[in-house]
């Protein structure tokens, strides 16, 4: 495999040049073998995708190699035997996690300094698994924030990343710039997160469901005024609300208030469905992170605990099921951090093999969903004419096998590959 990472100057150079008074473009043709431009409207065989610099210049059918101007440069990309597709969005990652957080015991200093190595490595895995465009809601300091904006100026290999700060939290620590308690509270809560250059604002609705009290019947854990202050507040910005759920009450009480969307969502019902349509709020499943609950209920010792586990274990994949029969908006999240870097991929497998997707569908809501949740339908999610060039490529099709989306040959990101096997 060849992995190409380029510094911040050959980056700009070559995705910027002609903006910055070059006479030359840059040209680019991939032949694909087949190509699924725009996920949800079928695949196509033999297609030609002309990129001009970092942008889709048209798609053509058949193998071409258009004539450029005199002085371009024109690339010919062979994947005539491989599955090609926009780039892949994860709705819910965690870079700056590794699972348990081993740091915790160390200095700050020490634990600032890893979490940006550790941001790092998980920002490379995480786009050579054919992830070009990730949201980030909620992390534990400013690395994501310097790992995004590296990458953003090309200096660090990596997805897109939209980062939302610390998660809002019910609590009187005013240590922790998320805690917030009363309106006045969160409104300055919100405000700390824009402060530290949020592109979105994620909340805790419920309790996390590696505690007791994550289970299905447990109460919300904001008043609605409280609630409502976080989401009137980002709104001021423009930011999107994310707000993690796993009881019913809570998915409900954010779904009411106007959250863009739900993470998790373990415990949905048939009227929480209903909300979902009828407010266009996504659902962010998150369900491959059962994987991990499996494991850990095995070794559970704890009685409080192991309910949980059992209730999730059986409620979370039949929620995302009557979700997606009840037509639910479902952008793919998978809680990498939680589930390993790399593994985001994991979440589409689970839609298919344990929920009952079609397999375009959880390619759907792998692109077109996610970019929709980010407000971003005109750059990114499919590949058409004036969209960013986030390409990726699999060596057979996971239309007929959904595991192929684990089989990544190729990703290309703003008009650059990254990946070529």
């Keep these: 495999m060849k992995i190409f990472i380029k510094f911040a100057a050959l980056a700009v150079t070559l995705a910027y040049g002609s903006i910055a008074g070059s006479a030359a473009d840059a040209w680019k043709v991939i032949h694909a073998g087949t190509l699924l431009a725009v996920p949800g409207s079928g695949a196509k065989s033999e297609q030609s995708v002309l990129i001009k610099n970092n942008k889709i210049e048209r798609i053509e059918a058949g193998y071409q190699t258009p004539a450029v101007p005199d002085g371009d440069k024109l690339e010919i990309i062979d994947l005539k035997g491989a599955f090609v597709m926009p780039g892949l969005m994860d709705m819910h990652v965690h870079l700056d996690l590794n699972g348990p957080d081993w740091t915790q015991s160390r200095n700050k200093d020490a634990e600032a300094a890893y979490d940006v190595l550790e941001t790092i490595e998980n920002a490379r895995k995480t786009l050579e698994a054919g992830y070009t465009t990730v949201r980030n809601p909620g992390g534990r300091g400013y690395a994501v924030f310097a790992v995004r904006d590296a990458i953003n100026k090309g200096g660090i290999l990596g997805p897109r990343i939209l980062a939302g700060g610390h998660t809002i939290t019910a609590s009187a620590d005013d240590e922790y710039s998320g805690a917030c308690s009363g309106v006045e509270s969160c409104r300055a809560a919100v405000r700390r997160q824009i402060e530290m250059g949020a592109d979105m604002i994620k909340i805790y609705a419920t309790c996390s469901g590696s505690q007791p009290c994550g289970h299905g019947d447990a109460r919300p854990v904001f008043l609605d005024d409280e609630m409502r202050a976080v989401i009137e507040t980002a709104k001021t910005r423009q930011l999107t609300v994310a707000a993690h759920a796993h009881a019913i009450e ?172």
């Design 250 to 421: 809570g998915i409900k009480q954010a779904l009411r208030l106007g959250v863009n969307s739900v993470e998790h969502s373990t415990f949905a019902d048939a009227e929480a469905f209903e909300l979902y349509v009828k407010n266009g709020i996504f659902m962010v499943p998150t369900v491959a992170v059962q994987d991990n609950v499996i494991r850990d209920y095995k070794k559970a010792t704890d009685p409080a605990m192991r309910h949980v586990m059992e209730n999730a274990i059986s409620s979370h994949p039949e929620a995302v099921r009557g979700a997606y029969k009840a037509g639910v908006k479902i952008a793919a999240g998978s809680d990498a951090g939680v589930i390993s870097h790399g593994d985001n991929a994991n979440e589409l497998i689970w839609y298919v093999n344990k929920v009952g997707m079609t397999p375009e569908d959880a390619l759907v809501a792998a692109t077109v969903r996610g970019a929709e949740l980010i407000r971003k339908t005109d750059d990114f999610g499919t590949l058409e004419p004036g969209k960013f060039a986030d390409i990726v490529a699999f060596s057979s099709s996971p239309l007929e096998k959904i595991e192929a989306v684990k089989a990544v040959s190729f990703v290309m990101k703003n008009g650059e590959i990254f990946v070529q096997k």
